[in-house]
């Protein structure tokens, strides 16, 4: 069993309970960029907080296999089932990103959405191959930053924080929108 807070899984299980999954989208920001991953499918990609699993789903489907972890057993179950339905190679695991083990250079593509807690940086980092892309999309602070993100400020990044974190990476897109809050970054580990 996960050690992870109640009022956390109770939360989000609450969001994904009604959801079917298969029925949203992936990231405009994945979509967009998909043509980076051409030369990469047929490898190993990974989801960080991938909740529906609308990005896993979108991975697999481009041929990579996909290791997909959420914190919610709810959201994790309903895309254990939808993969196997669909022959997708998905690997669905509940997670608590705070407490697992990190496997370095076991990735060719993450992606990460709406996730964030600095101090696991490292460690999502250094699972990453060398030459390995990292698809990142956060909430960073700014006179729009809706003031629920008040209560979490750990949550939400400074501006060009994600870009600092990543400086020592080839950085292929970078963008924050102000309307919108959110930042966004494609690199390439070196």
């Known amino acids: 069993m996960i050690n992870k807070p109640i ?7 609450k969001k994904y309970e009604g959801l079917k999954i298969g029925t949203t989208a992936p990231t405009d920001f994945l979509q967009q960029h998909s043509y980076l991953l051409n030369s990469l499918s047929y490898q190993k990609a990974c989801d960080f907080a991938c909740g529906a ?11 990579f296999a ?7 057993d709810i959201a994790i179950n309903k895309l254990d089932k939808y993969s196997k339905k669909n022959k997708l190679s998905i690997r669905a695991k509940v997670a608590d990103l705070s407490q697992m083990n990190f496997v370095r250079n076991k990735y060719n593509v993450m992606n990460i959405t709406f996730f964030m807690q600095r ?8 699972s990453l191959k060398k030459d390995g892309l990292i698809f990142y999309k956060t ?16 949550f939400v990044l400074q501006p060009n924080e994600l870009l600092s974190m990543f400086a020592d990476w080839h950085i292929i897109n970078y963008n924050e929108n102000e309307t919108n809050s959110n930042a966004s970054l494609i690199a390439r580990k070196k």
């Open 119 to 126: 101090d696991l940086m490292p460690k999502i980092k250094d």
């Open 53 to 63: 699993g609308a990005n896993s789903i979108f991975l697999a489907k481009m041929g």
């Open 7 to 13: 009022a956390t899984v109770e939360k989000w299980n």
């Open 139 to 154: 909430v960073v602070r700014n006179q729009w930053t809706p003031p629920r993100f008040d209560k979490h400020p750990d």
């Open 66 to 72: 996909v290791d997909s972890f959420d914190i919610s």
